[in-house]
């Protein structure tokens, strides 16, 4: 199966301040590329996805950007609020139809 | 449009008893994932149907655990003669077609099972 690696795996800013978040996966057949962001006791909620005709996507405070050929998405969250605290997620779709999550980052927005 | 739902949102069950976890896709969705999360843990695919039809149980565990997801009614999940191990919070997630356009999946809010 898809292999996916998240980096960090916790990650501690200064509220106001950027936090990036990387994904790496082997399926090179992967088109689709989420980003999920799930609060303590919550289901997982899609924040942001890109295709892999775009290189990158952006929606507000948070952009995806991928780089195909070295297979690897990135999460970017600029002026980082409180509420950005969460475990965040990539789950790249590999060519099986299915969605490989990877291990996720503890993201901490200190106030 | 309602949601995926799940239920029961919360299940304790004694070690060896079965759980029977449900859920409904959101409407005009024929897909069907099922995922297991452990405490501070990713997500860790289980199953993927569509209606009457499993698609890839890879994730499943050999012995104890099936999922179905009839014609009518909901997906169900179903773990027989449960052990500690098995406690976990447990994620359906639908999706409207199998591809290729992309299709996001979108989850439920879990059913959380603990063994005692």
């Known amino acids: 199966g898809e292999n996916v690696e998240q980096h960090p795996s916790t990650l501690s800013v200064q509220e106001g301040d950027s936090a990036v978040i990387k994904c790496t996966y082997s399926?090179?057949?992967?088109?689709?590329f989420p980003w999920y962001k799930q609060e303590l006791g919550k289901r997982p909620q899609l924040i942001i996805d890109i295709r892999s005709n775009v290189g990158e996507k952006k929606d507000q405070r948070i952009a995806v950007t991928l780089n195909k050929t070295a297979k690897h998405f990135s999460l970017h969250i600029t002026e980082t609020q409180p509420e950005d605290s969460a475990v965040y997620f990539c789950?790249?779709?590999?060519?099986?139809?299915?969605?490989?999550f990877g291990s996720g980052t503890k993201l901490n927005v200190k106030p | 449009n309602a949601g995926v739902m799940q239920n029961p949102r919360h299940l304790v069950r004694r070690r060896g008893q079965e759980a029977r976890l449900r859920c409904s896709p959101m409407?005009?969705?024929?897909?069907v994932y099922w995922y297991r999360q452990l405490p501070e843990e990713g997500l860790k695919f289980m199953v993927y149907?569509?209606?009457?039809?499993?698609?890839?149980e890879s994730g499943m565990p050999k012995e104890r655990f099936s999922a179905e997801f009839p014609k009518e009614g909901p997906s169900i999940l179903r773990i027989q003669q449960v052990v500690r191990g098995d406690s976990a919070a447990y994620f359906c997630?639908?999706?409207?077609?199998?591809?290729?356009?992309?299709?996001?999946?979108?989850f439920g809010e879990g059913s959380w099972l603990t063994v005692v």
């Open positions: 149907l569509q209606k009457e039809n499993i698609i890839d």
């Open positions: 409407k005009g969705h024929s897909h």
């Open positions: 997630a639908s999706s409207p077609s199998d591809r290729v356009s992309g299709n996001t999946i979108y």
């Open positions: 399926d090179s057949a992967s088109n689709y």
């Open positions: 789950a790249p779709l590999s060519n099986f139809n299915k969605f490989y």
